[in-house]
T-cell receptor, first 115, second 113 residues
């Protein structure tokens, strides 16, 4: 089945450690995104990528890094510079065709807890 | 700047209608969306409306758009316990040729017997 797979679903990290969250899609979508979700807040955009080997900062990119070496994959690294990393992280993808409604397809999310 | 606002909680009795409201700021939004998030899961698109439409109906869901007031609502008829979830309103915003979605904080819908 086509879809977006995020892993791990749950992750615990000690302060000062970098962690990488995986996101893979087999929908042949050009665009991929990382959002952060905190209780009582909307989804906030961390990074997005419209094409392989290119990505752009979103609204809250500080303390995060990404890569887009393959169309199917868009991993997110939460670095030790991120001051408040405990959150639910959502990866999404979408086709770029302007004729479409811009729907985002989401993964099931990864919950990161810093101990 | 762009902003989307919605109330945080709504409680309804099973079988009643639910109405979730949203206001947005970007008058150039081409599409407006409603997404549903069940506990511990990602978001799924419920429905969307093109900005030149006033209403869209899809089975138990009715979306109303008041472009003048920048107000969007989602009505769920005959609400069931399976409708309990967080509902996010989102507007589209073109930035650098890229269709960026701005999400509200989400309305948690609780359905009780």
């Amino acid at each position: 089945d086509g879809g977006i797979t995020q892993s791990p679903k749950y992750l615990f990290r000690k302060e000062g450690q970098n962690v990488t969250l995986s996101c893979e899609q087999n929908l042949n979508h050009d665009a991929m995104y990382w959002y952060r979700q905190d209780p009582g807040q909307g989804l906030r955009l961390i990074y997005y990528s419209q094409i392989v080997n290119d990505f752009q900062k979103g609204d809250i990119a500080e303390g995060y890094s990404v890569s887009r070496e393959k169309k199917e994959s868009f991993p997110l690294t939460v670095t030790s510079a991120q001051k408040n990393p405990t959150a639910f992280y959502l990866c999404a993808s979408s086709p770029i065709d302007r004729g479409q409604a811009g729907e985002l397809f989401f993964g099931e999310g990864s919950r990161l807890t810093v101990l | 700047g762009e902003d989307v606002e919605q109330s945080l909680f709504l409680s309804v009795r099973e079988g009643d209608s639910s109405v979730i409201n949203c206001t947005y700021t970007d008058s150039s939004s081409t599409y407006l969306y409603w997404y549903k998030q069940e506990p511990g899961a990602g978001l799924q698109l419920l429905t969307y409306i093109f900005s030149n439409m006033d209403m869209k109906q899809d089975q138990r869901l009715t979306v109303l758009l008041n472009k003048k007031d920048k107000h969007l609502s989602l009505r769920i008829a005959d609400t069931q316990t399976g409708d309990s979830a967080i509902y996010f309103c989102a507007e589209s915003s073109i930035s650098g040729g890229y269709n960026k979605l701005i999400f509200g904080a989400g309305t948690r819908l609780a359905v009780h017997p």
